[in-house]
């Protein structure tokens, strides 16, 4: 099987300018352009050195565990990660009460963030697995990836938004989510395309990677 190893040239300004749109195009750029931000709000100490960053890995849908978003590993966690915007269903949904909005996953969601863990800290799968199938091959390499080494397991929100400053006070995690996520941590998509981070005006959610 043929594959073809993409090569990330040198100068910059010869790249050809991406411009992504919605949650994972902000999931990919928050990790691009502002991974020390992300760290100093999860008060991990980790240098940018020390991460290794999984996007999008998957691990089936229907039978399967489910997907993540990101998962970051760092010298101190392993955080499972989920990102929402304020155009995801699970926000629309969430409650407002006493001036605070909540996100609210949905029950697989929250499942597959729950399965992974306990596969993390030694459990065995509960259905039985074909070791041929890209479910079991993609567990067994994310799994020897992300040894514990006495590292905690923390899933967490990533919610992006448009506002230039959203308090961690100003929305939080719905009840149910609650019960199986850390944190819900807010991040402002900055507007200044000058600095090659983002171009967000409008709060159309077009983003440049």
Request: aromatic share 12%; hydrophobic share 35%.
């Amino acid at each position: 099987m043929w594959c073809y190893v993409l090569r990330v040239p040198n100068d910059e300004a010869n790249v050809t300018e991406i411009i992504g749109y919605g949650e994972d195009s902000c999931t990919y750029w928050v990790f691009r352009y502002g991974l020390p931000m992300l760290l100093e709000k999860l008060n991990d100490n980790s240098t940018s050195e020390e991460c290794r960053i999984f996007y999008r890995p998957s691990l089936g849908r229907g039978g399967g565990i489910g997907e993540f978003d990101a998962i970051l590993s760092t010298k101190k966690a392993i955080y499972l990660i989920e990102s929402k915007w304020e155009h995801s269903e699970e926000y629309r949904r969430g409650r407002f009460t006493q001036g605070k909005h909540s996100v609210e996953l949905k029950g697989n969601q929250i499942k597959t963030h729950t399965e992974f863990t306990r596969f993390l800290n030694g459990s065995a799968f509960q259905k039985k697995i074909g070791q041929n199938t890209r479910l079991y091959k993609n567990l067994k390499y994310l799994l020897a990836q992300l040894p514990l080494r006495g590292r905690e397991i923390k899933s967490i929100i990533l919610f992006f938004t448009q506002e230039a400053e959203l308090g961690d006070s100003s929305i939080m995690l719905g009840k149910n989510t609650s019960e199986a996520f850390a944190r819900l941590i807010p991040i402002a998509i900055p507007r200044d395309s000058r600095e090659r981070r983002s171009e967000a005006d409008a709060g159309l959610g077009f983003v440049k990677l």
